[in-house]
């Protein structure tokens, strides 16, 4: 899958990822490869980037919107903390 994180002042993250976790609205919850079509809002906290089973990222965000479609992740976030 490839993942963007995108904040209004630069792109923070673009690359090939396995799973990532983010902090909807309503809870955390992960995407991962073929996830179903899916746009959700963001609230303020860690977005888990894993490229592999060792290989771990975490950015904190200040809110934002997901989308997954087609394996491709848009992270657009208000922030990064």
């Not at 995407?31 to 950015?59: C, Y």
């Amino acid at each position: 899958m490839n993942l963007e994180i995108l904040t209004p002042d630069k792109k923070v993250f673009e690359g090939e990822v396995t799973a990532v976790t983010v902090p909807g609205t309503l809870g955390s919850f992960q995407i991962l490869k073929d996830h179903a079509p899916i746009i959700s809002t963001l609230e303020d906290g860690e977005v888990i980037i894993r490229a592999n089973k060792t290989d771990e990222q975490r950015f904190f965000i200040k809110g934002g919107v997901v989308e997954a479609i087609h394996n491709k992740i848009v992270v657009l976030a208000e922030g990064i903390a």
